[in-house]
């Protein structure tokens, strides 16, 4: 076996290691997970133990990275994520997150001129919008709601829901699209102003 290659071999035990911490996940909770014991998971983490294929396929999903995150090269990447934006219709789509799984973000912008009529959808899934510029129509269930600017909503997507341009002319959000049941971002009270100011 390569240098190279053993080398990236090396390198995965403390990427398994740092992608668990990252998560706040136990060894015995990624056991639970993943099927894999606790002893084994401990040995591949201080690299006691080889990765193999039916080892890391688990591990991969359990964590929501790709194979080549776990035993790609040990250089560091380029971190701009360099994505094909997708075109459905009036609406362009440009992700900006390359995850498989958890939580993805996306921009999206929806060209002048749109007047579709509301045609809601739903799926599994929880959503976050974030008004950058112009007027977003948003329909989620009997609402049927115009967010402006700096505005943002949140929903469950098993709502049927659906969102176009508010008044014909170009709108661009971000969204952020996750696994039933993870929450975008948490609501907090502002401070209040002390007698000093």
């Known amino acids: ?3 190279e290659v053993e080398e990236q071999l090396a390198a995965v ?4 290691r ?3 911490q990252r998560r706040n996940v136990t060894l015995s909770g990624l056991a639970r997970t993943t099927g894999i014991s606790v002893s084994t998971l401990s040995r591949l983490e201080s690299g006691g133990r080889r990765p193999t294929l039916d080892l890391l396929l688990p591990l991969a999903k359990a964590h929501q990275v790709s194979l080549e995150e776990l035993v790609g090269p040990t250089h560091t990447e380029d971190p701009r994520v360099r994505m094909e934006p997708t075109r ?3 609406q362009t789509v440009v992700p900006l997150t390359r ?3 958890g939580l993805r973000a996306f921009h ?3 060209d002048a001129g749109d007047r579709r009529d509301p045609d809601p959808r739903s799926h599994e899934g929880y959503e976050w919008l974030y008004v950058l510029q112009g007027r977003l129509r948003l329909v989620v269930g009997t609402l049927d709601l115009v967010l402006r600017h700096g505005e943002v909503a949140e929903f469950d997507t098993r709502e049927p829901h659906w969102f176009g341009s508010a008044d014909g002319k170009a709108v661009e959000f971000l969204s952020l699209f996750g696994p039933q049941g993870e929450r975008m ?3 907090v009270r502002p401070r209040r102003r002390g007698a000093d100011g």
Do not use: C, F, Y
């Open 99 to 101: 995850q498989p799984g």
């Open 13 to 16: 035990g403390p990427r398994l």
């Open 108 to 110: 999206n912008r929806i």
């Open 185 to 187: 971002h948490v609501r």
């Open 88 to 90: 459905r219709g009036d």
């Open 1 to 3: 076996m390569s240098d």
């Open 18 to 20: 740092a992608l668990r």
